[in-house]
Nanobody
């Protein structure tokens, strides 16, 4: 499964941005999808995940209340709506797909396929 993350760009603090994850040539059904990010000089960290069957969602503490992960009805894309962006949200954002149990969505080892990443820069 080839994943494509898109929607990154430069925004000012407080702005919103919507990232999208799509699979090349197929839907994302059958996989839980996670968003991770890696800031310069830091390790990659979990942002949000959505389960494959009942769309159970999971968020990192810093994302709760600001970010929303959703899967479109056709299960072709999974979006990450980010609002109230902060300078510290600057990072390369990656989407990933996996089949492990939903409770492990926050762990990188729960994912099999990874997209190439999209850069989000939050700066004034």
């Amino acid at each position: 499964v080839q994943l494509q993350a898109s929607g990154g760009g430069w925004v000012r603090p407080g702005d919103s941005l919507r990232l999208s994850c799509a699979a090349s040539g197929r839907t994302l059904s059958g996989y839980h999808i996670g968003w991770f990010r890696q800031a310069p000089g830091k390790e990659r960290e979990f942002v949000a995940g959505i389960g494959m069957s009942d769309d159970t969602t999971m968020y990192a503490d810093f994302a709760k209340g600001r970010f929303t992960i959703s899967r479109d009805a056709d299960k072709k894309t999974v979006d990450l709506q980010m609002s109230s962006l902060r300078v510290e949200d600057t990072a390369v954002y990656y989407c990933a797909a996996g089949t492990a149990i939903v409770s492990t969505m926050h762990r990188e080892e729960a994912y099999i396929f990874w997209g190439q990443g999209t850069l989000v820069t939050v700066s004034s």
